[in-house]
């Protein structure tokens, strides 16, 4: 069956599909306006259609939460979670429909007793709201319990970002004691503009484990419910010793309490709307299940009894596959179900050929894999795993078939991979970062490198292969894990500067080359695409007048400056040509980086009038997006370099870059704005589509912040005080609350100061 959402409003000047169609319960029909069917795991979502367009797209949630037709006047609704997902979420598959805003509410039922935090994340901007118990009257009140104020931070495709990535201290909530058994009440309201569409929820367990959200665990709102169950337990058939879930769906005045009972004898904790034998057993086959729901005003009802059946379990269990997963000193071993701790722990059921001897193996929780503690691999070496005696948990164990199992050891090898795919390394999601604005000169160039120093940007993960685009050279490069080479990066801006550190792992640290062979170095590269145009910028012959091409040794020295001829770059124009800037503390450009435990650390600032074109007018605030891209170069001392033990061809074990977008020709804000498929315009740059040597993702420079920056309380570090603040701003003391007020003249943060010193206070205030 289906509906269709019918837009309010005229039609946007991109003109676009405006019809949808859903899959809604079979045998019922559900017009734009009216409420679908739900049950047990899933939550009604009602749509707003052309809220937030006046000639600007809405962005913000108020947009919704402000417009006449809000909260009685939706034009469709749906059912969320889409029947193919497990988890709490929205994803809208019809990016053809903008300017709209969403309200999903119902009941989470928390599985443990405990603090609870939780997150959201969303395209484009969502609250989450928690109430203290089921009434909606008490939700939190104020600010939401979590939101995403723009988009976005993780992707539509899956859930990644969700815990963490830009803006973590908004879309992430305080710890919440919540008790296992008992419904609260949540809303999640959500304002699309333009583009793609989605919202995910997610939560950290008082046990520590970070997951989505699941639908399970969710009940749909129902106002002034009577007492009713909506769907009865099943009975269920299992071969042994699989798990067994018995469920119930129901409409009850909250809160209610539920009770499983195990052949009319009461489980004790069993008060969920779920009810899971882990583990089965013959003797288990005929058992029956029942839940008594009671409502808030003490009415009691009882599900019919699902009945159990256990069948012997015959089949073998076969290893399906091994794997390094990144450390070369262990190896995961997959089977095909449960297998018995005895029989898996034991190292002498495991062999690795080429003499490589296992040390250990530990069962995972869930008990379908192994984790092998083995001596050193070798990258890009074949291994051969074989597997025997492995038995299942059955009653009667069955034995691994075949017996025994040679298995092909896959290495996790960043060199394996089609660099001309789709990936992180080339998705708008993964490759755009929004720097916040921080207070002037509040970035300090020292290597100590937090969060907090950046106005709270959490930093962006690179791993070659994974989070970042190699490059094709040298043939001989090398890589063992990322503690070998990986970073992580962070951005911020103020008036005057734009800040960019860089926190590296990296197991042999070196520099030995001349300053314009820094990047066969343990290097940075920085690449600025000022006009974000898309073209090639990322080759020393570019001669960008504004922006360009510029690396960093990992003590902060910069190429353009140290050349042997004492000009810039040699002469070259490569960086901010139609500049004249110089480097050096009191300069244009400054860098300083320091080996730290375990690889290194550099912070680099650059005035923006090094990326500020006057033709185009371009100012690096207030929203403004960039092309800019960043790159690490890894020398292990094993090239022709001076401190190189000449065993490879080059001193470069291995370059990447973090992001490598697909280009189109022509591709502008006006062609975006006349809505013509994107897909119409030819690739440039080369046949696959991507920008040569990495390419450009993207800086968007964030407004001020408007919230006052946060003072943490101060702790005692080894004698000292530690000062803590977020959010920018001017760190102040004075000896009374009174004042006088005077800035304190280390602006470091965290400022560490003296606890012998008299008694002062401390605040911090924009300047």
Request: proline share 5%; glycine share 10%.
């Amino acid at each position: 069956m289906t509906y269709t959402r019918v837009k309010k409003l005229a039609q946007p000047k991109r003109m676009k599909k405006l019809s949808k169609s859903y899959l809604i319960l079979a045998g019922a029909v559900f017009l734009a306006g009216s409420t679908p069917m739900t049950h047990g795991g899933q939550l009604t979502i009602l749509f707003y259609d052309g809220v937030g367009f006046s000639g600007i797209e809405g962005l913000s949630v108020s947009d919704l939460t402000s417009d006449s037709t809000f909260p009685d006047g939706s034009t469709a609704s749906d059912i969320v979670p889409r029947f193919e997902t497990e988890f709490l979420e929205f994803v809208d598959e019809d990016d053809g429909i903008d300017n709209y805003g969403s309200w999903t509410r119902g009941y989470i039922q928390a599985p443990q007793s405990g603090a609870f935090q939780f997150f959201i994340s969303s395209d484009d901007a969502s609250e989450f709201w928690l109430s203290k118990d089921p009434n909606p009257v008490n939700r939190n009140s104020g600010s939401p319990t979590a939101f995403e104020s723009v988009c976005c931070t993780g992707s539509k495709t899956n859930a990644e970002g969700l815990f963490t990535g830009a803006r973590l201290n908004e879309r992430q909530s305080a710890a919440i004691d919540l008790v296992a058994g008992d419904f609260y009440y949540f809303e999640v309201l959500h304002k699309e503009a333009g583009g793609g569409s989605w919202w995910r929820l997610g939560w950290q367990r008082p046990d520590g484990i970070q997951e989505q959200i699941p639908a399970s665990v969710a009940q749909p709102y129902v106002a002034n419910p009577s007492l009713a169950l909506l769907g009865h337990p099943f009975d269920q058939s299992v071969s042994e010793p699989s798990p067994a879930t018995f469920s119930v769906d129901f409409t009850a005045a909250q809160p209610a309490t539920l009770q499983w009972f195990h052949n009319n004898s009461p489980i004790d904790g069993a008060t969920l709307t779920h009810y899971r034998v882990e583990e089965t057993t013959l003797s288990m086959s005929g058992d029956q299940f029942r839940v008594e729901v009671t409502d808030a005003n003490g009415n009691a009802t009882t599900s019919f009894s699902a009945t159990l059946f256990v069948t012997a379990d015959t089949t073998s269990p076969m290893a399906d596959f091994a794997v390094t997963g990144g450390n070369l000193d262990e190896i995961t071993v997959g089977f095909s179900e449960r297998v018995s701790a005895a029989s898996a722990e034991n190292i002498e059921n495991y062999s690795v050929d080429k003499g490589v001897t296992v040390e250990s193996a530990a069962l995972s929780t869930e008990g379908d894999s192994v984790l092998l503690k083995v001596s050193k691999l070798t990258q890009l070496t074949g291994y051969t795993l074989t597997v025997k005696d492995v038995q299942d948990n059955a009653n009667n164990p069955n034995t691994l078939s075949p017996n025994p199992t040679t298995l092909t050891v896959i290495l996790f090898d960043i060199f394996d991979f089609d660099q001309t795919a789709e990936g992180p390394w080339s998705d708008p999601d993964h490759t755009s970062a929004i720097a916040p604005k921080v207070a002037n000169r509040s970035v300090k160039q020292d290597a100590e490198i937090s969060s907090a120093e950046y106005g709270g940007f959490e930093g962006v993960a690179v791993i070659g292969g994974i989070h970042g685009h190699i490059n094709a050279f040298p043939n001989d490069r090398s890589w063992d894990n990322p503690a070998d080479s990986s970073f992580t990066f962070y951005l911020s801006h103020d008036d005057e500067w734009v800040y960019v550190g860089v926190d590296v792992k990296d197991d042999v640290i070196n520099t030995d080359d001349t300053a314009r062979s820094y990047w066969k170095d343990d290097s940075i590269e920085i690449v600025v695409d000022v006009q974000n145009d898309d073209f090639d910028i990322n080759t020393d012959t570019s001669e960008d007048a504004y922006g360009g091409h510029l690396y960093f040794n990992y003590e902060g020295k910069t190429s353009d400056t140290e050349h042997p001829s004492g000009a810039k770059d040699g002469g070259a124009l490569r960086w901010a040509a139609a500049v004249d800037w110089t480097y050096g503390e009191e300069g244009d450009m400054f860098g300083f980086g320091k080996e730290v435990e375990g690889g290194w650390r550099t912070e680099m600032r650059f005035k923006k009038i090094l990326f500020e074109d006057p033709e185009i007018g371009n100012k690096l605030d207030d929203g403004f997006t960039m092309g800019f891209n960043i790159g690490i170069d890894d020398d292990d001392k094993r090239g022709p370099g001076p401190n190189g033990d000449g065993s490879r061809s080059q001193d470069l074990e291995i370059q990447y870059f973090w992001a490598n977008r697909a280009r189109y020709d022509g591709l502008d804000a006006a062609y975006i704005e006349s809505g013509a498929p994107i897909a119409d315009l030819p690739l440039i740059i080369d046949s696959a589509g991507r920008i040569r040597h990495g390419g450009a993702g993207d800086i968007i420079f964030a407004p001020a912040q408007t919230d006052p920056p946060v003072l943490e309380k101060p702790v005692l570090v080894q004698g000292d005080i530690s000062i803590i603040w977020a959010g920018g701003g001017v760190l102040q003391e004075a000896p009374a609350v009174t004042g006088p007020w005077t800035k304190v003249s280390n602006q470091n943060n965290p400022y560490t100061g003296s606890a012998t010193s008299p008694a002062l206070f401390f605040r911090v205030i924009r300047e």
